[in-house]
């Protein structure tokens, strides 16, 4: 069972930062944080993750709050190509991934 | 750089049915290599994952079954499909139990 919570859906405009909540409270010390995201018809490409700092690449920046239970993706300038569904996931171990439902992300003109 | 390919692309088959599906990654030695089986509109379902040669774990007993003949392939067959397998099926790659996965571009596997 995934042990993370996400909106099933969520909208943004053109060019506005999307910001992708996850919620994960029983999130364990050695556990890391993950974000892939998958659009129609491909395969999940990975995003970002991090533990316990903030961490910021070319697709994304990953927010976490101090007590881990809690993150957000951020993706500052939303395209239409962004839209896809978006998954959190906690792991220590990625010989265990297991995905939820994930949050359907629509970017509008 | 690495790249994962997997094929068929599509593929529809009737019921009763052999399936052999493959997995292939380039660029890299030794990888952990995973098959995932995604139905429609829900989450990812690890299937089998094999850390080196003949080495296959399976996590859902089913009328599946994997192989890894080579270093960087990964096989996923039946002998005889039922209509559940229908969904999308990813292969994916890691270099570790620590390390990021990345994923295939999946094939959509429809039995009838």
């Known amino acids: 069972d995934a042990k993370t919570t996400q909106p099933p859906s969520m909208d943004c405009a053109e060019g506005r930062a999307a910001n992708l909540p996850c919620n994960h409270s029983t999130i364990s010390g050695n556990e890391y944080v993950y974000w892939y995201r998958q659009i129609h018809s491909q395969g999940p490409q990975y995003i970002i993750h991090g533990l316990k700092n903030n961490e910021t690449n070319e697709m994304a920046s990953l927010i976490i709050t101090e007590d881990r239970k809690s993150s957000t993706l951020i993706l500052p300038h939303a395209t239409l190509r962004d839209t896809a569904v978006y998954y959190c996931i906690v792991i220590n171990n990625n010989n265990d991934m297991r995905f939820g439902a994930g949050t359907r992300l629509t970017v509008k003109p | 750089s690495q790249t994962i390919h997997q094929w068929p692309a599509t593929l529809v088959q009737p019921v009763g049915s052999p399936l052999s599906l493959e997995c292939t990654v380039e660029?890299?030695?030794?990888?952990?290599l995973y098959w995932y089986r995604q139905a429609a509109g829900r989450g990812l379902q690890l299937l089998f994952y094999s850390v080196g040669i003949g080495q296959i774990s399976s996590e859902v007993p089913q009328n599946l079954s994997a192989s890894r003949p080579q270093d960087r392939q990964f096989i996923l067959s039946s002998k005889k499909l039922l209509l559940s397998d229908s969904g999308f099926y990813l292969c994916?790659?890691?270099?570790?139990?620590?390390?990021?996965?990345?994923f295939g571009p999946g094939t959509r596997l429809l039995v009838l």
């Open positions: 660029g890299t030695s030794n990888p952990n």
């Open positions: 994916a790659w890691n270099l570790g139990y620590q390390e990021t996965q990345y």
